[in-house]
């Protein structure tokens, strides 16, 4: 059989995001509109031609019929080998594992994220790099110029492979495996965990747990790890089952879109261990009886105690934290006499650092935790750490944190998302702010004074790559800080996210409720950023 060119006209409008490309499903499933980015990543990257490409999903609405087409695209572009996960399954971390473990040129990861899925919801496609990361900027930057431009696209006309059925087949002169999506993944996970003190911990009666995997990817992942390797009580994984929908809710690990999984965790008989990952399972909630970690939080602690688990017993070389991501870190590392590094929001600012082993850890304000174990953020791998932890200390999670919190200091933080609001508005509020910026420092707001305001750029320490304009940064002295960006996500309007956090020393003071300690900040940012006269939003719509 042959490979067919066929003639296209490219789109507007294909430029990747934060991560990856992300639109509507029925963007997607307009005629050669995913045909013209795929090329675009072949024309591009002519490392698959003659390589091996790694190929997976969610799970989500549209991944079974975007992989048989790129699966086709890659026969016609000279790939030599897919590896495509059972059921078109893949989850980001362990497609990033995959490509390391088995020295892919990369891998075409199918998601949309923690966004919805469904006929009428969103879709999308990230490009990893043969280290295992998202692709930086240099080359989305170079796949995008190419699909503006692109004329034709190479598939052949063979038929559709048996996702479902472990094995080889042949696609033309390809080769496809379909492989178990969780084996090399598991392996890796029992290398670097105390899978043993685990097990009695969950053996030990009384510790009770539950891990949502909100219908999404890791559903798979979760029953192997914790239920079948690990010992947790069958039924520990809630909502385990991916499917095309994610059974209609939005498969974002937060207090708000994994509420069934927080109120079991609240009250007498609440559980000890709560915990969710996302659509594509790169992103965790940590939850303790009564307790929510958040996720700059849960980066310092495993920072601070990451000795404790056998992956990283040596110590750690470094840690990251994405600019937005509060400083709690930077106490850790101060301590620990490591760097800590402030990269702007994304995974793909971390793969430099995490290569050229100046960090161990990683993490992002957004529900991202990550290590040097992959090049992605990890959602069951951050539970799992959190188990390491509760396995040796025998504490329960909260007692951890404000343990933590007595010897660091509280850093009170929130963030504050005003979604789909008019992206001309939103652009001219960070213009509005850009303007200001130069006046700030020295003068006082919320009763604090403005030590430094800046829009944030990132000089990358290895290759010495610049990104400008990646938010505003105000800080004050003593630690508190202002920070505001637009989403690189979303999918329908603009997205302000205002990042509000203070620092407090003083253990009598860390029990006061988060949006009480940072009240009179939030109300400087809404009044600087004139938020309600620019948007018509006088409260967000999401407060985490
Ligand atoms: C959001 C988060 C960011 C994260 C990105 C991708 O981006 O804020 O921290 O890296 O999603 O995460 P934005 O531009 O909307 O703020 V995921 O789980 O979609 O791969
Ligand atoms: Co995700």
Not at 192 to 217: C, E, K, P, T, Y
Not at 305 to 326: C, F, Q
Not at 511 to 530: D, F
Request: overall charge negative.
């Amino acid at each position: 059989m042959a490979a067919t060119e066929v003639s296209t006209t490219p789109f507007d409008g294909q430029k990747p995001g934060t991560s990856g490309l992300r639109k509507k499903v029925r963007v997607f499933q307009q005629p050669h509109y995913l045909e013209n980015f795929v090329q675009a990543i072949f024309d591009t990257q002519p490392g698959f031609r003659g390589g091996t490409l790694v190929l997976g999903g969610d799970g989500r609405f549209y991944n079974r019929e975007a992989i048989q087409t790129i699966l086709r695209m890659a026969a016609a572009n000279g790939v030599v080998k897919v590896l495509v996960g059972r059921g078109g399954i893949l989850s980001t971390p362990a497609a990033s594992c995959v490509i390391r473990k088995y020295q892919a040129q990369g891998g075409i990861i199918l998601s949309a994220s923690h966004n919805p899925g469904g006929p009428d919801q969103d879709f999308g496609i990230k490009l990893n790099t043969d280290a295992g990361g998202p692709a930086p900027a240099g080359v989305t930057d170079a796949v995008f110029a190419r699909s503006r431009r692109i004329d034709r696209y190479r598939i052949t006309d063979t038929g559709s492979v048996d996702l479902d059925a472990l094995g080889n087949t042949a696609l033309d002169d390809m080769s496809v495996e379909v492989m178990d999506p969780v084996a090399d993944y598991a392996a890796l996970m029992e290398r670097l965990f105390d899978f043993n003190a685990i097990h009695q911990l969950f053996n030990s009666g009384g510790f009770r747990m539950r891990f949502d995997a909100m219908h999404a990817v890791t559903g798979p992942y979760a029953t192997e790890i914790l239920e079948n390797r690990l010992g947790a009580e069958p039924g520990t994984v809630m909502n385990g089952m991916p499917l095309p929908d994610f059974g209609g809710g939005h498969p974002d690990p937060n207090l708000l879109h994994a509420r069934d999984l927080v109120a079991l965790t609240q009250g007498l008989t609440g559980l000890d261990f709560g915990a969710a990952s996302d659509g594509d399972g790169d992103r965790n909630m940590i939850l303790g009886k009564d307790f929510f970690v958040t996720p700059s939080d849960s980066l310092a602690v495993l920072a601070a105690n990451a000795h404790l688990a056998p992956g990283y017993k040596a110590g750690i070389a470094g840690v990251a934290r994405s600019m937005p991501t509060s400083q709690a870190a930077d106490r850790v590392a101060d301590e620990l006499g490591v760097e800590c590094y402030e990269t702007p929001t994304g995974w793909k600012f971390f793969g430099n650092l995490l290569d050229a082993r100046k960090i161990t850890l990683c993490g992002e304000e957004s529900f991202g935790t990550g290590s040097d174990h992959v090049r992605e953020k990890d959602g069951l791998w951050a539970v799992l750490f959190w188990l390491n932890l509760l396995a040796v200390r025998r504490q329960s999670v909260g007692d951890i944190v404000r343990e933590h919190w007595q010897r660091f200091g509280r850093n009170y933080y929130t963030r504050h998302d005003y979604e789909a609001v008019d992206a001309g508005a939103a652009e001219a509020l960070m213009d509005h702010l850009r303007m200001l910026l130069g006046d700030l420092p020295d003068k006082r707001l919320g009763g604090l004074s403005v030590a430094y305001a800046d829009d944030f750029s990132y000089t990358d320490p290895v290759d010495g790559s610049v990104a400008e304009g990646q938010g505003i940064r105000i800080g004050f002295d003593g630690g508190s800080r202002i920070v505001f960006r637009l989403s690189g996500t979303g999918t329908r309007g603009a997205t302000l996210r205002v990042y509000i956090e203070c620092y407090e020393p003083d253990p009598a003071r860390h029990g006061q409720p988060v949006q009480e300690a940072l009240a009179p900040l939030i109300l400087s940012a809404r009044e600087l950023a004139q938020i309600e006269a620019r948007t018509g939003r006088a409260e967000p719509d999401v407060i985490t």
